[in-house]
């Protein structure tokens, strides 16, 4: 398996219900995200992880959580959804440098698309 | 915060015209623009990017300008083919992370 990796691909869940997101990245980078993708909006970066600390919280709702346990995997917890919620989540990682500035090349996954009933 | 926008949102060209692709930028302290294309059904990839310390870059069909003192920078693709349908995304950042406009649907008409 190369490249960066998401699971499950399509995920319909009920707004009571609890489940996660799965991203495995095989690049050997120093940094992944979580990013959001609805219809006629820019892919909003929701969370940025560096040598596996968080940088980044872009104001993102509670029920929302954050894992990531090695530089590989990161996990996104989902809780309670609302069906706003509903949208395309695109793991990616990229190599940075030691000033963090965060112009490397992103390397996105295919996605999970989520469906909040 | 950074702020980019992206126009038009949708452009249709006929095969084999060229195609233009704008956006601006509010903060001027942002100094790497990359454009990221997404086929459909498929995950975003980097087709092409330039530093603030040019004005030009080109690859094959592909070519992207920077004007620093407006702060706006263009995609150009020539020779447009079938396979360059997607939707195309700019984005700049600086001191904070990558921001991203809105995207272009691009199509091209046999």
């Known amino acids: 398996e190369t490249g960066v990796t998401q699971t499950p691909r399509h995920l319909v869940m009920g707004m009571t219900n609890k489940k996660s997101l799965k991203c495995e990245q095989h690049?050997?980078?120093?940094?992944m995200y979580w990013y959001k993708q609805s219809a006629k909006k820019p892919l909003e970066l929701m969370f940025v992880?560096?040598?596996?600390?968080?940088?980044e919280n872009n104001s993102v709702p509670s029920r929302f959580s954050p894992e990531c346990p090695n530089s590989s995997h990161l996990f996104l917890h989902l809780h309670t959804l609302q069906p706003e919620d509903s949208a395309l989540y695109l793991c990616?990682?990229?190599?940075?440098?030691?000033?963090?500035?965060?112009?490397?090349?992103?390397?996105f996954g295919e996605g999970s698309r989520l469906t909040v009933l | 915060g950074e702020n980019v926008e992206q126009h038009p949102s949708t452009l249709s060209v006929q095969e084999g015209d060229s195609a233009v692709i704008k956006c601006t930028y509010s903060?001027?302290?942002?100094?790497?623009f990359p454009w990221y294309k997404q086929e459909l059904g498929k995950r975003p990839q980097l087709i092409i990017d330039i530093r603030s310390n040019v004005g030009e870059k080109k690859d094959q069909r592909i070519a992207v300008t920077l004007n620093k003192t407006a702060k706006h920078f263009s995609l150009h693709i020539t020779e447009t083919q079938p396979e360059d349908s997607a939707v195309y995304f700019c984005?700049?950042?600086?001191?904070?992370?990558?921001?991203f406009g809105t995207g272009t649907r691009l199509t091209i008409i046999p």
């Open positions: 903060d001027s302290a942002s100094n790497y």
């Open positions: 984005a700049a950042s600086g001191n904070e992370k990558l921001t």
């Open positions: 690049l050997g980078h120093n940094a």
């Open positions: 990616a990682s990229s190599q940075e440098d030691q000033g963090g500035t965060y112009t490397g090349e992103l390397f």
């Open positions: 992880y560096s040598l596996e600390e968080r940088v």
